[in-house]
């Protein structure tokens, strides 16, 4: 049961369009993670939100965390071709001691020079 | 200072051969994940551990197998690959407590023919 869903599944954009990528889900969660893969290599992470409506920017890139935690979307503003690559959200879970995440389906973002 | 390293990056078996990924981390985090990649799919937890000596099954642990004699060590080990096996593995690691930030490895492509 894939409990993250991200939409769209893929985007190819020209450089300097905006965008916006969403992670939705049912179920709540404590924190919620983003990261972005590119070819060959692991993901790596972007940022972390924890509080719900929360909204954080990293140079053109702002993140935001749904009021009820159970929600998130990265807004990318003038695209790079830097830019480019697979965006995976992920969501972290109350309790426990295992730090386990929840990954996202994924979005896979093309920005065309 | 080497973040987490995966070996080997390639590997192609045949159906019912045996192999074993290594995963090292020198960063002395006590948590660590082996997950799976697929299309559309985003990441799946395999197995994870949240110390030496410690393994816990993820969201689809069937066909692994896995150890952690030494804290920086994780070995992922498919007994009998299977063509359903063929996907790129990810190892990650992170520190216990709250933060749900995990490092990841360059990953493994496998292919079992």
């Known amino acids: 049961t894939q409990l993250l869903e991200q939409s769209p599944q893929f985007l190819s954009i020209q450089e300097g369009e905006n965008l916006t990528v969403y992670c939705n889900s049912s179920?709540?969660?404590?924190?919620l993670q983003w990261y972005r893969q590119e070819p060959g290599e692991g993901p790596v992470l972007l940022v972390t939100v924890v509080t719900g409506g929360e909204v954080k920017k990293l140079k053109r890139l702002t993140f935001q965390f749904g009021d009820a935690r159970k929600d998130s979307s990265l807004h990318i503003t003038a695209a790079q071709p830097g830019d480019t690559g697979l965006y995976l959200c992920a969501g972290g879970r109350y309790g426990g001691a295992t730090n386990k995440l929840i990954f996202g389906t994924g979005t896979l973002l093309a920005v065309q020079p | 200072n080497a973040g987490v390293t995966q070996t080997p990056k390639f590997r192609v078996l045949k159906t019912g051969q045996s192999m074993t990924l290594l995963c090292a981390q020198d960063m002395n985090h006590e948590y660590m994940y082996w997950y799976r990649q697929d299309p559309g799919m985003g990441l799946r937890l395999i197995h994870y551990s949240v110390g030496e000596g410690t393994t816990a099954k993820g969201e689809v642990p069937d066909g692994y197998n896995v150890s952690r004699l030494k804290k920086q060590n994780f070995l992922l080990g498919l007994e009998s690959a299977a063509p359903s096996q063929t996907s790129v593995y990810f190892c990650?690691?992170?520190?216990?407590?709250?933060?749900?930030?995990?490092?990841f490895g360059p990953g493994t492509r496998l292919t079992v023919t």
């Open positions: 990650a690691s992170t520190y216990q407590g709250k933060s749900y930030e995990q490092y």
């Open positions: 179920s709540v969660f404590s924190s």
